[in-house]
C-alpha cells in the first residue's frame, strides 16, 4: 500500500514514446491543461538516453529530433510541480546516464571525479570523497623525475 500523505515529486511522467507521439501528447497536455516545461530525455532506438535537458519539453524535444532524426527515435520527460527540485532530477539523470549521453557536455561525469555541490539546491547535504594529499617530500620527488634527463 502507498503512504499517500506526502506529495509526488512528478506531475506527470512520460517514457520512452515515440516521436511520431509527441504532436498527440503535447495536444493533451495543453487541453488539459498541464504544464510543458520539464526534464526530458532523448532515446535511441534501443532506448538508450543519449539526451537529457530541462526546459520547455516539447520544443526541445522537437528540436533534439530534428538535428538527429536518425538517431533520435523515443522520448521521456518528466514534469516536476516543485521547480527547485527540476535542477537535481536533471543532474541526477545525467550523471546516471553519464557516458551514453552523446549529445550532452555540461555536468556529464564520464570519469570517476565527483560533480560539484552547486548542481544541487542549497541546504543539500553532499558527501565528497577526500583525496589524499600528497606530502610535499614525494610532491619533490615526484618534480625532481620529472625534470631529470632521460639516458646514462
Do not use: C, W
Request: glycine share 6%; hydrophobic share 30%.
Amino acid at each position: 500500500m502507498r503512504h499517500t500523505t506526502s506529495k509526488s515529486l512528478f506531475k506527470v511522467v512520460a517514457e520512452k514514446l515515440p516521436y511520431e507521439s509527441i504532436q498527440t501528447v503535447e495536444r493533451v497536455m495543453k487541453e488539459r491543461r498541464l504544464t510543458r516545461t520539464g526534464v526530458y530525455v532523448a532515446h535511441d532506438s534501443m532506448g538508450t538516453a543519449r539526451y537529457v535537458g530541462r526546459g520547455r519539453i516539447f520544443a526541445r524535444l522537437k528540436a533534439h529530433h530534428r538535428k538527429y532524426p536518425l538517431v533520435l527515435l523515443y522520448y521521456s520527460f518528466y514534469v516536476v510541480p516543485n521547480k527547485s527540485h527540476e535542477r537535481e532530477v536533471e543532474t541526477l539523470l545525467i550523471r546516471a546516464a553519464g557516458s551514453l549521453l552523446e549529445f550532452n557536455q555540461r555536468k556529464k561525469r564520464v570519469t570517476i571525479s565527483p560533480g560539484s555541490i552547486r548542481d544541487y539546491e542549497a541546504g543539500t547535504v553532499y558527501f565528497q570523497r577526500r583525496r589524499r594529499r600528497q606530502s610535499s617530500k614525494s610532491k619533490r620527488r615526484k618534480k625532481r623525475r620529472a625534470t631529470e634527463p632521460m639516458g646514462r
